[in-house]
């Protein structure tokens, strides 16, 4: 008989995401009515920049025509659109990559997954508490870890808890760690991390031959100066660390999937013999195997972002996002509740009001305002009594659910 992979059975609940669908479902189906406001998933609401879909439609045509038909494309990305984000979103921030470091792909969510496949399950892991679900997961989903305790955490992960007493940005593990994984602008806390934080760890992971997993999704959304986009910026980066980019959120490709992932030459790790390797081949291996690239209509819109009308267009549609952020902030703020995150991302993080417990809170809100959030448990233990909104929807929508929520714990 075929047997399965029984780390997924020491999953502990389904995925978040989901779950919260299904409890959202439950309840619309109860009370068909009620005007459910989503702020839970992080997903885009606006369409595209009307130059990234025209790219996107003309990408299409020349599929239909002979001499401009295309095929499989490379595995690694067309060049044209890994030169374009090279000289746009790299070079800007005083990073120089080569071409053969960028590999475009179809999203981060699966490439943060797939990068486990180029190491040994020996490895340690540091994950942040709370967390991106991902990480986490994969790592479980691999064989990575042992079972989980009665808080949720799993033997094997070294967890680093982010809690307002360390302002939501964690201290170095005190054992030794071999992956690192670091998302600023954070999921789900909505905090950034200055250069003097990111420093500290690249110089942990160059001091102790760690490669840190860099997740910055969210860089779009930064609007505070001095605040790094890229891990690259800080020194010696490069030589340890990956980077995870991605169009979903910056440009609105959740339904589109376009992202990239940053392999620099130099980061390397060890065989069992102790003899280093660099990632980039191995990775480069991985894709080419198991990955047949992005499609190239989306690549053609993915570049088109970096037009002066798509890019100027693009951002317009960030600042929109971010004055949404701003509402709820200082809106649920001005109510009394203490908020996180929400100026250099587009989540807001809160406290939930009465010390209630993060699924309570989930629950009494979808009931009496009909609003539906992510508990922060649900991003690991460090999240109880904290919740997530998310700023990605419609402004009559963000403003009715900031009074809703102002109405009812509104001091
Ligand atoms: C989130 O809500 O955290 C994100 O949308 C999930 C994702 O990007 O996969």
């Given at each position: 008989?075929?047997?399965?992979?029984?780390?997924?059975?020491?999953?502990?609940?389904?995925?978040?995401?989901?779950?919260?669908?299904?409890?959202?479902?439950?309840?619309?189906?109860?009370?068909?009515?009620?005007?459910?406001?989503?702020?839970?998933?992080?997903?885009?609401?606006?369409?595209?920049?009307?130059?990234?879909?025209?790219?996107?439609?003309?990408g299409?045509?020349d599929l239909?025509?002979?001499?401009?038909f295309h095929g499989y494309g490379p595995e690694q990305g067309y060049e044209w659109l890994i030169?374009?984000?090279?000289?746009?979103?790299?070079?800007?921030?005083?990073?120089?990559?080569?071409?053969?470091?960028?590999?475009i792909s179809d999203?981060?969510?699966?490439?943060?997954?797939?990068?486990?496949?180029?190491?040994?399950?020996?490895?340690?892991?540091?994950?942040?508490?709370?967390?991106?679900?991902?990480?986490?997961?994969?790592?479980?989903?691999?064989?990575?870890?042992?079972?989980?305790?009665?808080?949720?955490?799993?033997?094997?992960?070294?967890?680093?808890?982010?809690?307002?007493?360390?302002?939501?940005?964690?201290?170095?593990?005190?054992?030794?760690?071999?992956?690192?994984?670091?998302?600023?602008?954070?999921?789900?806390?909505?905090?950034?991390?200055?250069?003097?934080?990111?420093?500290?760890?690249?110089?942990?992971?160059?001091?102790?031959?760690?490669?840190?997993?860099?997740?910055?999704?969210?860089?779009?959304?930064?609007?505070?100066?001095?605040?790094?986009?890229?891990?690259?910026?800080?020194?010696?980066?490069?030589?340890?660390?990956?980077?995870?980019?991605?169009?979903?959120?910056?440009?609105?490709?959740?339904?589109?999937?376009?992202?990239?992932?940053?392999?620099?030459?130099?980061?390397?790790?060890?065989?069992?013999?102790?003899?280093?390797?660099?990632?980039?081949?191995?990775?480069?291996?991985?894709q080419?195997?198991?990955f047949n690239g992005v499609s190239y209509p989306v690549q053609r819109?993915?570049?088109?972002?970096?037009?002066?009308?798509?890019?100027?267009?693009?951002?317009?549609?960030?600042?929109?996002?971010?004055?949404?952020?701003?509402?709820?902030?200082?809106?649920?703020?001005?109510?009394?509740?203490?908020?996180?995150?929400?100026?250099?991302?587009?989540?807001?993080?809160?406290?939930?009001?009465?010390?209630?417990?993060?699924?309570?809170?989930?629950?009494?809100?979808?009931?009496?305002?009909?609003?539906?959030?992510?508990?922060?448990?649900?991003?690991?233990?460090?999240?109880?009594?904290?919740?997530?909104?998310?700023?990605?929807?419609?402004?009559?929508?963000?403003?009715?659910?900031?009074?809703?929520?102002?109405?009812?714990?509104?001091?």
């Amino acid at each position: 008989m075929a047997r399965i992979n029984d780390n997924y059975l020491k999953l502990k609940a389904g995925y978040l995401f989901p779950e919260i669908g299904r409890r959202v479902k439950e309840f619309t189906n109860a009370n068909p009515d009620a005007q459910v406001i989503r702020l839970g998933i992080g997903d885009v609401t606006r369409p595209l920049a009307p130059a990234v879909l025209k790219a996107l439609h003309d990408g299409v045509d020349d599929l239909g025509r002979g001499d401009t038909f295309h095929g499989y494309g490379p595995e690694q990305g067309y060049e044209w659109l890994i030169d374009t984000i090279i000289d746009k979103s790299y070079k800007p921030l005083g990073v120089d990559l080569q071409k053969s470091e960028v590999f475009i792909s179809d999203g981060s969510k699966c490439d943060c997954a797939n990068i486990l496949d180029i190491f040994d399950l020996s490895n340690k892991v540091a994950i942040c508490d709370p967390v991106y679900p991902v990480y986490n997961d994969t790592n479980v989903m691999v064989g990575r870890t042992g079972e989980a305790d009665d808080k949720g955490y799993y033997e094997g992960i070294v967890y680093l808890p982010c809690t307002e007493e360390n302002n939501f940005t964690p201290d170095l593990p005190s054992e030794k760690v071999d992956i690192i994984y670091l998302c600023y602008p954070n999921n789900p806390t909505g905090t950034v991390a200055s250069r003097e934080e990111l420093k500290k760890w690249v110089d942990y992971a160059r001091a102790n031959d760690a490669v840190i997993f860099y997740d910055a999704a969210y860089e779009a959304f930064i609007t505070e100066d001095d605040i790094p986009h890229s891990i690259y910026e800080i020194e010696g980066a490069k030589e340890c660390a990956i980077e995870f980019r991605s169009f979903s959120k910056t440009a609105g490709f959740t339904g589109v999937r376009c992202a990239l992932t940053v392999v620099p030459e130099a980061v390397t790790a060890t065989t069992a013999k102790g003899e280093k390797v660099a990632l980039n081949k191995l990775w480069n291996r991985r894709q080419c195997t198991k990955f047949n690239g992005v499609s190239y209509p989306v690549q053609r819109a993915a570049q088109a972002v970096y037009s002066d009308e798509g890019w100027k267009q693009t951002r317009e549609i960030i600042d929109y996002y971010m004055e949404n952020a701003r509402i709820i902030r200082e809106g649920l703020s001005a109510a009394g509740i203490t908020c996180y995150g929400g100026v250099n991302s587009p989540y807001i993080w809160l406290k939930t009001p009465e010390g209630m417990s993060s699924w309570d809170f989930f629950d009494k809100l979808l009931k009496e305002c009909h609003v539906v959030g992510t508990p922060g448990s649900g991003f690991g233990p460090s999240g109880e009594g904290y919740f997530r909104l998310s700023a990605f929807g419609d402004r009559e929508n963000i403003e009715t659910a900031v009074s809703r929520i102002k109405e009812k714990w509104g001091k």
